[in-house]
T-cell receptor, first 114, second 114 residues
Framework: QKEVEQNSGPLSVPEGAIASLNCTYS??????FFWYRQYSGKSPELIMF????GDKEDGRFTAQLNKASQYVSLLIRDSQPSDSATYLC??????????????FGRGTQLTVWP | DADVTQTPRNRITKTGKRIMLECSQT?????MYWYRQDPGLGLRLIYY???????NKGEISDGYSVSRQAQAKFSLSLESAIPNQTALYFC?????????????FGEGSWLTVV
């Protein structure tokens, strides 16, 4: 069973602060990692994906990957109230019959207060 | 128009009834999925299909069946609905050639079994 664990939350930060969301995974062979944002009652939407160790930046979002520690994080700089949502971490299997399947964490609920 | 379309968007049905949720996509992706989402449990995979002739069970397939009628169409059936199948259901698509197998979700179908 492939496990994807996220910090349980909820996480609450003031407007303008940095929000840090964390995710660990059990399958050391995983190669692709994704962060999705989901507003209440809506479908998840992709924020970004990362393959390589290190940081990947897209606007106010930075994904960080450390395969040795089996850890992936998402930083949101200058957090805005519109960032209030549930953030889902997903990890792609690269093995055998489950090749290409995504395994999702349960999500971390973020609230950004004005 | 949405790339991944689910019908119906909302449905209330009675225990024991058969119900079908339909999904169609215009993204040209080979891979299609059905997930359900319950509060606190995250996204759970019901069935997935990597091409028209391929159907695979996910984590929670009991009580569900699927049909892949064409590359663009993937339907989910509840043969005899029960109240604990009340949930938000998502159809999704992906392709290994598209952003490393990023999953794209439909808008969701709210199903209530009374």
């Amino acid at each position: 069973q492939k496990e994807v664990e996220q910090n349980s939350g909820p996480l609450s930060v003031p407007e303008g602060a940095i929000a840090s969301l964390n995710c660990t995974y059990s399958d050391r062979g995983s190669q692709s990692f994704f962060w999705y944002r989901q507003y209440s009652g809506k479908s998840p939407e992709l924020i970004m994906f990362i393959y390589s160790n290190g940081d990947k930046e897209d606007g106010r979002f930075t994904a960080q990957l450390n395969k040795a520690s089996q850890y992936v994080s998402l930083l949101i700089r200058d957090s805005q109230p519109s960032d209030s949502a549930t953030y889902l971490c997903a990890v792609s299997s690269d093995r055998g019959s489950t090749l290409g399947r995504l395994y999702f964490g349960r999500g971390t609920q973020l609230t950004v207060w004005p | 128009d949405a790339d991944v379309t689910q019908t119906p968007r909302n449905r209330i049905t009675k225990t024991g009834k058969r119900i079908m949720l339909e999904c169609s996509q215009t993204k040209g992706h080979d891979r299609m999925y059905w997930y359900r989402q319950d509060p606190g449990l995250g996204l759970r995979l019901i069935y997935y299909s990597f091409d028209v002739k391929d159907i695979n069970k996910g984590e929670i397939s009991d009580g569900y069946s699927v049909s892949r009628q064409a590359q663009a169409k993937f339907s989910l059936s509840l043969e005899s609905a029960i109240p604990n199948q009340t949930a938000l259901y998502f159809c999704a698509t992906s392709d290994l050639k598209d952003s490393g197998n990023t999953i794209y979700f439909g808008e969701g179908s709210w199903l209530t079994v009374v």
